[in-house]
């Protein structure tokens, strides 16, 4: 298991701005693809955008144009930049990691596939 620690949630009106954060902690060489995902009451959870080792992004169409997402592999973090929020963004937000690869206590090199899911972070937007 690689632990990922988010933050950054909460309570915004329509048309307002968060910022998500997603770390990755241990002894870290390599990390995979990263990203984030949703999930509102009664859906299911679905793909927001994530980006590539090379920086590479994706996003769900909804978001394009208002999310931006970046990574800084120094500090094994994932960033979510929300602006122009609207009400069909509120849900848990889940960050991902789809490979990892860290020394052992030993300082053996390990290569792991995942995905490794964070804990969520509620984002909601209502006026």
């Known amino acids: 298991q690689v632990p990922l620690v988010e933050s950054g949630g909460g309570s915004v009106q329509p048309g307002g701005s968060l910022r998500l954060s997603c770390a990755a902690s241990?002894?870290?060489?390599?990390?995979?693809?990263m990203g984030w995902h949703r999930q509102a009451p009664g859906k299911e959870r679905e793909l927001v955008a994530q980006i590539s080792r090379d920086g590479t992004t994706n996003y769900k169409d909804s978001v394009k144009g208002r999310f931006t997402i970046t990574r800084d592999n120094a500090k094994k973090t994932v960033y979510l930049q929300m602006n122009s929020l609207k009400p069909e963004d509120t849900a848990v937000y889940y960050c991902?990691?789809?490979?990892?690869?860290?020394?052992?206590?030993?300082?053996?090199?390990?290569?792991?596939?995942?995905?490794?899911w964070g804990q969520g972070t509620q984002v909601t937007v209502s006026s």
């Open positions: 241990g002894r870290i060489y390599d990390l995979g693809t």
């Open positions: 991902y990691l789809d490979s990892v690869g860290y020394y052992t206590e030993h300082d053996v090199p390990v290569a792991v596939r995942g995905p490794f």
